[in-house]
């Protein structure tokens, strides 16, 4: 029998600066814990081996924070890790973030120990958009950095984005993505500013010049429609991608793998459980591992994650497979309603969110669920 397939998430919460529109966990300034917080990921990622010992690892992600910020040497300790205690796929996709100020030939040393694809955090075009959200790399470093990662073996690259910033125009946002483009990245994730409470942005929020919903919304719009001419599909509300090249890590998220997560902070699906570790560095550092979330998800939840997760793709759901595994049919009459306004579009089984769609798809699926109660 074949083994299944495990994706690994390792959560790095270390930055240089924390920027101004951030909700993950990470901190600035806790230089000295980056050692000790290395030998206790690999204490929990050995401590673990043994729940995935029938499982085969195709996909690891390290992310942050900024991974790249603590170096090749603890980097590499951290796969090492992962090879010593997990069955690592050979074609397994092995991602590293990092933005473009922490990117030096130091990365053929990550290469070399097996990460084959890195994930960089552009995000702007324009310095001074760059410099007003806590970004401390500029644009000319960006194009420096995609240059080392190719010197060092790299040839899968992505870049993120992201519109409705404070002060970015719909020409600034083309700029940014045709400068992004020009870099020619395997993938391009496009993201709209959410303000989250809590960050500088957010308690800013009434004095920035922030575009309003129909800019941001034309600002998608355009991007969704200019990037396949460029030869990057979209598979996913936010992510584009070459063909072949669409994040295999991020599509177990949307088509409900199972994942384990390793790290202050990180989230798992493993075992019919999700599962998520406190988000407290000086405990994980030692080694008092507490959930902040345990919950057994029952096949209702499950149900329920799936519509939710697949209407996210532009495969969509399919509604034979919908209708065998759960018992339960997509509502017709809103299904014909969204149809109708251009939101989807329908092929044979198969419903999913056009572009339009996409930019109200919290509204479609909140209704889709309420419908499927």
């Not at 029952?298 to 799936?306: F, G, I, K, L, Y």
């Not at 697949?310 to 209708?323: A, F």
């Given at each position: 029998m074949d083994s299944k397939t495990l994706g690994l998430y390792i959560h790095v919460p270390f930055c240089r600066s924390k920027c101004a529109y951030c909700d993950f966990y990470s901190l600035s300034g806790a230089d000295a814990l980056m050692s000790p917080y290395t030998d206790a990921l690999c204490t929990q990622l050995e401590a673990f081996a043994g729940d995935a010992a029938g499982y085969v690892v195709d996909t690891v992600y390290v992310g942050g924070g900024t991974p790249s910020c603590i170096g090749a040497g603890r980097l590499s300790r951290i796969l090492g890790a992962v090879r010593r205690g997990y069955r690592v796929a050979p074609d397994a996709e092995?991602?590293?973030?990092?933005?473009?100020?922490?990117?030096?030939?130091?990365?053929?040393?990550?290469?070399?120990?097996?990460?084959?694809?890195?994930?960089?955090?552009?995000?702007?075009?324009?310095?001074?958009?760059?410099?007003?959200?806590?970004?401390?790399?500029?644009?000319?470093?960006?194009?420096?950095?995609?240059?080392?990662?190719?010197?060092?073996?790299?040839?899968?690259?992505?870049?993120?984005?992201?519109?409705?910033?404070?002060?970015?125009?719909?020409?600034?946002?083309?700029?940014?993505?045709?400068?992004?483009?020009?870099?020619?990245?395997?993938?391009?994730?496009?993201?709209?500013?959410?303000?989250?409470?809590?960050?500088?942005?957010?308690?800013?929020?009434?004095?920035?010049?922030?575009?309003?919903?129909?800019?941001?919304?034309?600002?998608?719009?355009w991007a969704a429609d200019a990037l396949p001419a460029y030869g990057y599909r979209q598979y996913e509300i936010s992510n584009f991608a070459r063909p072949g090249r669409a994040s295999r890590h991020n599509l177990k998220y949307w088509t409900l793998g199972e994942y384990l997560g390793f790290g202050t902070g990180a989230h798992s699906d493993f075992g019919g459980v999700r599962f998520a570790w406190a988000r407290d560095l000086s405990a994980f550092v030692d080694r008092k591992w507490a959930y902040s979330e345990?919950?057994?998800?029952?096949?209702?939840?499950?149900?329920?994650?799936?519509?939710?997760?697949?209407?996210?793709?532009?495969?969509?759901?399919?509604?034979?497979?919908?209708?065998?595994?759960?018992g339960r049919d997509f509502d017709a009459d809103f299904l014909s309603q969204c149809i109708g306004a251009g939101y989807a579009v329908r092929n044979g089984e198969r419903v999913s969110l056009t572009p339009r769609g996409f930019l109200v798809s919290n509204q479609i699926i909140g209704r889709a669920l309420e419908l499927s109660e």
């Open positions: 092995i991602t590293v973030e990092a933005n473009p100020d922490s990117v030096g030939d130091w990365f053929a040393e990550l290469r070399a120990a097996g990460y084959n694809r890195v994930s960089l955090g552009m995000q702007s075009a324009d310095n001074a958009i760059l410099r007003d959200i806590g970004r401390i790399h500029t644009v000319e470093q960006v194009a420096d950095a995609v240059s080392t990662l190719r010197r060092a073996g790299f040839e899968n690259l992505s870049l993120d984005l992201i519109y409705g910033l404070p002060g970015q125009s719909a020409s600034s946002w083309r700029d940014s993505v045709e400068y992004a483009v020009g870099l020619s990245p395997e993938h391009l994730s496009c993201y709209g500013l959410k303000l989250e409470p809590g960050t500088p942005l957010y308690r800013r929020r009434n004095a920035l010049p922030l575009p309003d919903d129909d800019a941001q919304a034309d600002m998608y719009l345990y919950t057994r998800i029952t096949a209702r939840e499950r149900s329920r994650e799936w519509l939710m997760l697949r209407l996210r793709t532009v495969y969509g759901v399919d509604l034979r497979e919908y209708r065998d595994t759960f």
